[in-house]
């Protein structure tokens, strides 16, 4: 039982990677048109859709990327103390 949940924390920490190169690459120009920044808008984006619609950007800030990885975070911790618990 630990290797799995072990398994899918080792994905949601990826994931966060992911997350974290994906709005880093939003800095610099073109970085999301290369084949890295399409394949990451593939995985990354249909995570992000649904904070997007909740959250209104602030300005020219968007801050759905941060409360899309503070609850995948979140989703990781729970995790962790559903496994505590059993």
Not at 25 to 35: K, L
Request: no cysteine.
């Amino acid at each position: 039982m630990y290797q799995l949940f072990s398994i899918v924390s080792t994905v949601m920490e990826l994931y966060s990677f992911a997350l974290i190169a994906y709005i880093l690459m939003s800095w610099f120009p073109g970085a999301r048109e290369s084949s890295i920044g399409s394949f990451l808008g593939r995985i990354v984006e249909p995570y992000l859709e649904p904070f997007r619609k909740i959250i209104p950007p602030l300005g020219m800030i968007d801050i759905s990327p941060i409360v899309a990885i503070l609850v995948l975070q979140f989703a990781s911790t729970g995790l962790w103390a559903l496994y505590g618990m059993l």
